[in-house]
């Protein structure tokens, strides 16, 4: 992560995750309010964005290992020299060990979906866990760091944290849209902000930031809310362009439903009309 690439790579993760998680959970919702009363078993097709997602959580996690692991100056698999007496590469360790506990976080959610055996809940509990594993290890990653490179990491926690807290309150309140909406918000707001982190620790182009000046560390304060009203914007229209396609596209299911019904009806009514005029 100590480039631009390495904070767009998992900012672009945790945007796209966002998104995805806006649109699956709209789709439930909308479902789970179109069914009868009592009924609550959920579809296959739903069983299977549940497959999807956990799938891709362990391979990206398997492939953020690898790569923390085995880039030209990474640690491939050395936790300690014993020559030089030092640990190796510590940085490319922690950032492996939150790939892990997403990648645990996606085994979970496959297991929970593929079996009844796995409690309810299960999942969610998983990902708040890995959530803070992010936060606590980022915790102590900004130590003896400049000014304004531990300040901006530290506003990263409060989309972790949070993230963390409200996804536990998940395991206990289930099928919760608020909650479910407010989840994908934070990773949009952790995916924005890692780009912003690159942005300022890593300038693509342009002047770099002074890391010591007290006006970049309040205009980087405001930033953040600003990521954050963007992130609500975000979900706010996702959410209402799939609630509103959905019930559109059903909308028209349901008139075709009953303009067949009507033709059908049309058609019987004459067919007996035309049988007792030829009685007669």
Known sequence: MANFGGHAIPGSFFLFLGCWLTIKHILQHYWRT???????????????????????????????????????????????????????????????????????????????????????????????????????????????????????????????????????LEVFMRDNIILELFRACLFMLQGSWFYQIGFVLYPPRGPEWDLTQHDNIMFITMCFCWHLAVALLLVACISSVVWFTVKRFSGRGQDIEIGMRNTSSKSSSQKALLEESEEE
């Not at 640690?75 to 300690?80: Q, S, V």
């Not at 490179?149 to 807290?165: E, N, Q, R």
């Open 34 to 168: 179109s069914q009868p009363k009592g009924r609550r078993v959920m579809s296959p097709s739903f069983r299977a964005l549940d497959y999807t997602e956990g799938g891709c959580l362990i391979f990206a996690s398997f492939v953020g290992i690898m790569v923390e692991q085995f880039v030209v100056d990474g640690p491939h698999a050395r936790l300690y020299d014993a020559e030089n007496k030092s640990w190796v590469k510590l940085m490319n360790w922690q950032h492996g060990t939150m790939y892990l506990f997403f990648g645990i976080s996606g085994i979970a959610l496959v297991a929970s979906t593929a079996s009844k055996l796995v409690p309810a809940g299960v999942d969610r509990l998983v990902l708040s866990l890995a959530l803070f594993v992010e936060g606590f290890l980022f915790y102590y990653h900004v130590h003896s760091r400049p000014p304004l490179d531990a300040h901006i990491h530290s506003l990263l926690l409060v989309a972790v944290f949070s993230g963390s807290a409200s996804t536990m």
